[in-house]
């Protein structure tokens, strides 16, 4: 016999379980059935939650965008310098992925699917990095470069790009093919690739005898 949970701790576990099944297998790929099944109530228990697939789609969504990292202790304890301080936010980002891969199989998911709420969850999961890349390359990129603000508007995008693919290579395919590779260093590795493709690497030290 099931215990009869009270309300506010039966929507929770509806949302995790639904996050579950709609990373798995898409917003297209889940009916309301399977997610009572799930959590072990009948659709109609579940419509005096939510009101719809859609609405609850919606609802996992919210709720995961609004799980974003902190990087404030980050950006304090990794100097002043645009490099460090992308390293650690990124090391956040790839440690929150590690912790939940669901969060990059969601993402993914609701991509394919084109989903409404599919715009915020995007804006919100990057837009800590979107914002620090753009402001940081406006201060530190020569003004007298050739498009300027073409490059500063899609610098982001291609730092998210790489992240997203490295983390597509570890935690979606069938082997994870960095798996030699520990969370700081692919971080590191990552931003220096970047760093230079944005032409602000750091100067070298001279070379000593």
Known sequence: MSTRLPGPERRLLILKESQRLFAEKGFHGVSIDEIARAV?????????????????????????????????????????????????????????????????????????????????????????????????????????IDDREIKILTASLMFQGMVREALLQKYLQPQDRLIDVSLNELSRELVTLFVRAVGIDRPRAAETD
């Open 40 to 144: 072990n109530v009948s659709p109609a228990i579940l419509y005096r939650h939510f009101e719809s697939k859609q609405a609850l789609y919606d609802a996992v969504l919210r709720e995961l965008s609004s799980q974003r990292e902190s990087y404030v202790e980050a950006v304090i304890n990794s100097g002043a310098g645009f490099e460090e301080v992308l390293i650690s936010m990124t090391e956040v980002f790839i440690h929150s992925i590690d912790e939940n891969p669901n969060l990059l199989r969601i993402e993914m998911q609701s991509l394919l699917d084109g989903n409404s709420a599919t715009s915020e969850f995007f804006e919100n999961r990057w837009k800590s990095f979107n914002d620090y890349i753009n402001f940081s390359l406006n201060e530190l990129l020569a003004y007298d």
